[in-house]
């Protein structure tokens, strides 16, 4: 994830302006502050009078002396792009034209389902969190994701050339399937899905009935 970062988009002053006489009595609520060549842009007065108009204020850090305090300051979190996100531990970010035969070698008989997709491709980020979803409610499936643009050679290599681009591996039989799809026809994933986890399912099955008599015992 990103780390957290504060922004000046966000801050919220109280500003109280003094001079050599007198100080202002009302306080001047920035909104949004911005800084360029010691003069401060943005500024909006929440109870100005007639008496002393913002034009009265000289903002010039040799002419005048600014008494600035600080009432609340809003953390800006920077959210992860949505590329970045992941569903969970059966989701794997492919780095690697290696990192992505090993993935495929250490899921054994694991139904693997590779997501080829750009950070700027419209239709891959449409159908994300429908593929976030899916990869929650099968945790038994291993979720693969491949950035085009990181890893041209990888995807030119199998052949991908249409985003999002999606290929079914499985075991020992290697590539089962290979499509395009976008979210309208997202059910065309989930179909791929019921023909090919079958195993996986059975490997589920075995290995709850297992525990159910060992428990038994």
């Known amino acids: 994830m990103s780390p957290t970062t504060t922004s000046l988009r966000s801050l919220s002053f109280s500003l109280y302006a003094s001079s050599n006489s007198n100080p202002s009595p009302s306080p001047i609520e920035i909104r949004q502050l911005l800084s360029s060549s ?5 500024l909006s007065s929440s109870s100005l009078t007639t008496s002393s108009p913002i034009g009265n204020l000289v903002f010039s850090s040799r002419k005048q002396f600014l008494s600035v305090k600080v009432q609340a300051l809003a953390a800006e979190t920077e959210q992860p792009k949505w590329w970045e996100r992941k569903a969970g531990p059966n989701m794997i970010d492919i780095t690697s034209t290696e990192q992505f035969l090993n993935a495929l070698k250490d899921a054994g008989e694991r139904l693997v389902i590779v997501d080829f997709y750009g950070t700027w491709c419209g239709s891959c980020r449409a159908m994300f969190p429908k ?3 899916t990869a929650k409610e099968h945790p038994e499936i291993l979720f693969l994701k491949v950035n085009f643009d990181e890893n041209k050679s990888l995807c030119k290599s199998l052949n991908v050339k249409v ?3 999606f290929h ?3 075991g ?3 590539q089962v399937e290979s499509f395009s ?6 059910q065309k994933l989930r179909e791929a899905i019921e023909r090919h986890n079958v195993g996986s399912f059975s490997d589920i099955s075995s290995s709850a009935s297992e525990k159910v008599e060992d428990s038994s015992e």
């Open 172 to 174: 020992a039989d290697g």
């Open 131 to 133: 593929l976030c979803k």
């Open 168 to 170: 079914f591996y499985s």
């Open 38 to 42: 010691n003069r401060f842009y943005g």
């Open 163 to 165: 985003l999002p681009y």
């Open 181 to 186: 799809c976008s979210l309208a026809k997202f």
